[in-house]
């Protein structure tokens, strides 16, 4: 593995399917092995259900959930 991202998320479902075109557009070319850890910060939303369907679709991908938000110095 070469790099590892990890992607705090809250409320972004209709944002999540276009973000993840774009970072395997943007790593197609590096050659590298990657991975990208999708982490939902307690949206109200179906932001749960569209990373598993993401990740359904990327095998590189795998989305995580909290059950309530954390922010970002918990």
Do not use: H
């Not at 991975?35 to 179906?46: F, K």
């Not at 569209?50 to 938000?69: A, P, W």
């Amino acid at each position: 593995m070469d790099l590892s991202m990890v992607i705090p998320v809250k409320e972004e479902s209709e944002t999540l399917p276009e973000l993840m075109k774009e970072i395997v557009e943007a790593m197609a070319p590096t050659g590298f092995e990657y991975e990208v850890i999708v982490i939902d910060d307690g949206s109200r939303d179906n932001t749960l259900e569209v990373l598993e369907n993401l990740s359904t679709e990327y095998s590189f991908m795998r989305g995580y959930r909290f059950q309530f938000n954390c922010g970002k110095a918990a």
